[in-house]
């Protein structure tokens, strides 16, 4: 210990270090410590409640300290951690079977089940969903090589695909990528819902990408203020990729795992991609990635192409072949959906919102006021936890098990505080 006089007095506990001090400035971090949480409630160390609207950046999908996950983890850490992917790993191959079948369902456009596509998916397992989506590239440019030449990956203007070089070339906000290059080449940005811009880059690629072997795109792009993509534009963007040969990669990091009603929001379309990328809800906050491919497009991958050290270590693929069935089964996304709707019914009566947007329990308003990251900040006096994109946008991202009497508490309290904050 490089401070052992902090450990002299047994009796005495030692006082919290600095975090300004010891960790990077990289997160404007609030002064609340949380150290417990259940469902869709956290808990701070001074023993005080809040409603959790944000549940990690969408990650704890079946709520804090769902039993079901914490028995999975107790009773794997008993076995085994890690035994390395040189060797088939227990619970990765029932993961990716369920994987497989959650990617090839057919839902209607609210998200609710109508069948399957019948359709084989491969997986290979990593960390986070900036992992996933340098894994999603890879498999693509691998693919173009061989079958195309091609190599450029066209994506959306206000995307988010991660904070790697790669991933954050992909990421269509300058302002995230200025102070980070150059930046690896081949990658170029349209605009969302504009068809024709998109066949047009594909038809007359930039001279950056090169001819296109995959176009990627989010859904709903959460961290660029929960702007959802059209379902008849995600219609034609499958058509055009098709027509192009090249391949279509949808990011569900954030809106995969029934966030939005369906499993994958791409399935409310009507389309199935090529590839996606995954995370967040996947290891219901226990840290995991995963890219998926259809077999025949997966199968350009070979040993030696693609690795990761702890990715779908056993303990990952315990807890994350739980959640996917802890989510089957209790049917969340019947749930999400209604829940959902409700959601979007009690935001558009806030004071000042003039527009909501998004589906099932992925939400984001826009107010007429620049407040938002006052709402935040004020919001924990009031026992809400929240999160702002810019100064105009708050985005919901609840547990997928939060109730609508929690929706309804929440608005109590947030709709005065708007109020409060614009005067």
């Not at 967040?280 to 226990?286: A, M």
Request: aromatic share 6%.
């Amino acid at each position: 210990d490089p401070n052992p006089s902090r450990f002299q007095n047994p009796e005495k506990e030692p006082s919290m270090p600095d975090a300004s001090e010891f960790l990077m400035h990289t997160y404007g971090r609030l002064p609340v410590t949380f150290v417990k949480g259940r469902g869709a409630v956290l808990t701070d160390d001074r023993g005080r409640d809040y409603l959790d609207f944000l549940a990690g950046v969408g990650v704890v999908c079946l709520g804090h300290c769902h039993p079901a996950l914490v028995e999975a983890l107790k009773r794997q850490a008993e076995r085994l951690w890690q035994a390395s992917n040189y060797f088939t790993v227990e619970h990765s191959t029932e993961l990716a079977e369920a994987l497989s079948g959650l990617l090839s369902q057919t839902t209607d456009e609210l998200g609710h089940l109508a069948g399957s596509t019948g359709s084989v998916w491969r997986t290979f397992f990593c960390n986070s969903g900036a992992e996933a989506n340098e894994g999603a590239i890879k498999v693509a440019r691998k693919w173009g090589r061989e079958r195309t030449g091609a190599t450029g990956i066209l994506s959306l203007k206000r995307s988010f695909h991660g904070r790697t070089l790669a991933t954050l070339a992909a990421t269509g906000q300058e302002p995230l990528q200025a102070a980070f290059r150059p930046l690896p080449p081949g990658f170029a940005h349209v605009e969302l819902n504009d068809a024709a811009a998109l066949a047009e880059a594909l038809a007359r690629p930039d001279e950056a990408t090169g001819p296109v072997c995959a176009v990627l795109i989010e859904c709903i792009q959460g961290e660029g203020g929960v702007w959802p993509a059209d379902l008849d534009y995600l219609r034609e963007v499958r058509r055009l990729t098709e027509e192009a040969h090249a391949l279509l990669i949808v990011d569900e990091v954030q809106t995969g795992f029934f966030r939005t009603g369906a499993p994958f929001a791409y399935q409310a379309a009507g389309i199935e991609p090529d590839i996606v990328s995954m995370a967040k809800g996947l290891g219901g906050g226990f840290p995991m990635g995963a890219v998926a491919a259809r077999a025949e497009v997966a199968d350009v991958m070979a040993p030696g192409d693609h690795g990761s050290t702890f990715g779908g270590n056993a303990l990952a693929c315990a807890v994350g072949a739980t959640v996917v069935r802890t989510l089957v089964d209790e049917g969340i996304g019947e749930h999400v959906i209604a829940c959902g709707e409700h959601l979007a019914k009690v935001l558009a009566g806030l004071p000042h919102v003039t527009e909501v947007r998004g589906r099932g329990l992925m939400r984001g308003i826009s107010l007429d006021a620049p407040v938002a990251t006052a709402a935040v900040e004020r919001g924990l006096d009031e026992g809400l936890v929240l999160n702002h994109i810019g100064d105009s946008i708050l985005r919901f991202l609840p547990p997928l098990v939060v109730t609508e009497a929690q929706v309804d508490a929440m608005a109590e309290r947030l709709g005065p505080l708007i109020e409060r904050l614009c005067g």
